[in-house]
């Protein structure tokens, strides 16, 4: 993804990828690989945001998160809130991906969200957050779900750690809004080919190539929240 200079301060904190949302993680001095596991109340944080945001910005959608760098082929994954007293496996969304519930007995200050998986070595990675408006075609996404998504994943990289808080912090001295300056047509792009990107709202439409130097940005007011973006291959929608 082309992406302005100030994100470079982002290195410390984690980066952006064409095909896995915002994936904000850090390397670790881990010599081996630690357990996939990440403080319940850090996803709390996004699930908060989500919660107040949507009735305005995504109503109806529905919030998972994307297990980071697992293979969407890989069977088996399994994702529980585990407290000082309680195991609570959660609901898998698909077989990356998970939600959180309300009310569980495993809801305690330090519990935490545990995947019966590993991070890469060395490596430490928040799950990924997905916002989807219910009645959305396969291969299509919206511009007010990639946005809260955004602001979701946003909220919870502000509360882990003092490195990760000061990038994100000295970007906003500058002026810059994360997620406004990301490339709406690639936040959530397919992962196979496609040579045209489609944004769509009300009677306007655009056409760009793939390759275009200058696509629309989450923060560019002049497309909606309902504003819808597809993906084509030699013409043909790409799922």
């Known amino acids: 993804m082309r992406v302005p200079s100030f994100l470079v301060l982002l290195a410390l904190a984690g980066s952006v990828h064409a095909n ?3 994936n904000v993680g850090h390397k670790t001095d881990a010599d081996e690989a630690k357990p996939m596991a990440w403080r319940f109340s850090l996803l709390e944080k996004a ?3 989500f919660e107040k945001r949507a009735a305005e910005q995504a109503p109806g959608a529905t919030m998972s998160f994307r297990l980071p760098k697992v293979d969407a082929a890989q069977g ?3 994702v529980e809130i585990v407290g000082a007293d309680h195991r609570l496996p959660l609901p898998m969304a698909s ?3 998970f939600s959180l519930t309300r009310g569980t007995l495993a809801e305690d200050d330090g519990a935490m969200v545990v995947v019966n998986r590993n991070f890469p070595k060395g490596e430490f990675n928040h799950p990924l957050v997905q916002v989807r408006s219910p ?3 396969d291969g299509v996404q919206r511009m007010g779900d990639l946005r809260l998504a955004c602001a979701a994943q946003m909220a919870m990289a502000k509360g882990e750690g003092l490195k990760v808080r000061a990038a994100l912090g000295a970007a906003s001295l500058f002026g810059f809004n994360i997620c406004d300056e990301l490339e709406a047509t690639k936040v959530e792009a397919p992962k196979g080919a496609y ?3 489609t944004i769509e709202d009300g009677g306007r439409r655009l056409v760009q190539s793939a390759k275009d130097k200058h696509p629309a940005k989450l923060g560019d007011k ?3 929240d309902n504003a819808r973006i597809s993906y084509t291959l030699g013409g043909h929608l790409v799922q």
Request: proline share 5%; no cysteine.
């Open 76 to 78: 088996g994954n399994q």
């Open 195 to 197: 040579d045209s990107v």
């Open 47 to 49: 699930r908060s945001v």
């Open 222 to 224: 002049a497309w909606s």
């Open 135 to 137: 009645g959305l075609p």
């Open 20 to 22: 896995d949302s915002i």
């Open 95 to 97: 077989n990356t991906s």
